[in-house]
Every structure is written in C-alpha cells, then in structure tokens.
T-cell receptor
Framework: AQSVTQLDSHVSVSEGTPVLLRCNYS??????LFWYVQHPNKGLQLLLK??????LVKGINGFEAEFKKSETSFHLTKPSAHMSDAAEYFC???????????FGTGTSLTVIP | DTEVTQTPKHLVMGMTNKKSLKCEQH?????MYWYKQKAKKPPELMFV???????INESVPSRFSPECPNSSLLNLHLHALQPEDSALYLC??????????????FGQGTRLTVV
C-alpha cells in the first residue's frame, strides 16, 4: 500500500528565512512523488515532481525537494520565504498503477512579515 | 494549453435539484478524475476514468453520477444531494499509467453549496 505522511500540519516562518516542509512516504515500489500548492479557494498547482530521475528536483518559484530512498523522505525546501508562499502544501504519491494519487494531510505555511 | 477548465465556479443548489458539474481539458490526457475537498482537508478521490471508461469508484453515493462523453470532457451529475455534500469539487487529468509525465493537472474547482 502507498501512503504519505506530512509531519507538520502547520509551519510558520519569517519572510526571507528558509522553508522546510517534511514528507515521508510508504511504498512497496519505486513511487512517483509530487508537491502541490493550493492557495485559498483555488485549485492545486504542481510545484515539482520526482519520477526516478535526479534525486534533487527543482520546481517553480524557487522550491526544491530531495528524494531520499534510505529515509523514505521527500522534503520540500526554499531558501528564502516570500509572502506569496503562504498557502497549503500537499505531498502526493502515485499508486503502483499510476491511476491514483494519494495525498498527505497537508501543511499550512504561514509567512510572517 | 495546460489548463483544466471547470464550470461553474460556484453553485448553490437545493436538496431536490438536479445539476451538473463540467470539466474540460485539451492536453490529450486519457485519465480524468473527480475529487471532493472539504475545508482544511486534502482532496478525496471520488472517481477515475481511464480511456473514457470508469476504472475507479471510491464507494461514492449514487446521488453522484459521473460521465465521460469523450476524451476531453468529464461531467459530474448531482441529484438529491445533502448539505454535507457541500465542498470544493476538483477535476484533474493526467496521462494514463505507463506513460511519462504522469503528474495530474487540476482545475480551479467548483464550490458547491447544498441548501
């Protein structure tokens, strides 16, 4: 079975400081992993994806994530938070058939001016 | 074009009404999805269509009826809903399993309120 665990339901950072949003996954195969962002009352936007190529993945808006198989982790980072980064972030893993996307419970990011 | 377009953006309906949500994509994706999202919660999968055939139904009540008339369109027909069905309904599309670039693209959602 596949699942993702987002370790923090809420993260608060000051503008200009680093962001770390944590995600651990459980999978019996080599998964595809994604980070999505959702601003209030909006749909979900893909930030970045890991699909068994490079383990360090660069995404949009300065976000990065590193796939660590030994730690079953896929943490999302950004060197310097911006006010516009305040949103809900979801870590997502696909099923072994790829036809289902399993969502973590989400992390709400607050950026303090 | 990397958009998934959902209409309407907002919908208020009574418990005896019949309404439909619509979703359209022109990315050539042959997998399409309906998700339900309650406030402060992650999206919950409702249905998956693969090559225009229903492949997954996550035990959704029959008052929700999906339809995939062609490879670009996905509908969700609503009938006799309950107030607890009020939520953001999200449509998504992706390439089917086995193809590269299988990330899902999401629409902006339909905010449904059942009164």
């Amino acid at each position: 079975a596949q699942s993702v665990t987002q370790l923090d339901s809420h993260v608060s950072v000051s503008e200009g400081t680093p962001v770390l949003l944590r995600c651990n996954y459980s999978s019996s195969y080599s998964p595809s992993l994604f980070w999505y962002v959702q601003h209030p009352n909006k749909g979900l936007q893909l930030l970045l994806k890991y699909t068994s190529a490079a383990t360090l993945v660069k995404g949009i808006n300065g976000f990065e994530a590193e796939f660590k198989k030994s730690e079953t982790s896929f943490h999302l980072t950004k060197p310097s938070a911006h006010m516009s980064d305040a949103a809900e972030y979801f870590c997502v893993v696909t099923s072994n058939t790829g036809n289902q996307f399993y969502f973590g419970t989400g992390t709400s990011l607050t950026v303090i001016p | 074009d990397t958009e998934v377009t959902q209409t309407p953006k907002h919908l208020v309906m009574g418990m005896t009404n019949k309404k439909s949500l619509k979703c359209e994509q022109h990315m050539g994706h042959r997998a399409m999805y309906w998700y339900k999202q309650k406030a402060k919660k992650p999206p919950e999968l409702m249905f998956v269509y693969s090559y225009e055939k229903l492949s997954i139904n996550e035990s959704v009540p029959s008052r929700f009826s999906p339809e995939c008339p062609n490879s670009s369109l996905l509908n969700l027909h609503l009938h006799a809903l309950q107030p607890e069905d009020s939520a953001l309904y999200l449509c998504a599309s992706s390439h089917p399993w086995g193809q590269p670039n299988t990330e899902a693209f999401f629409g902006q959602g339909t905010r449904l309120t059942v009164v």
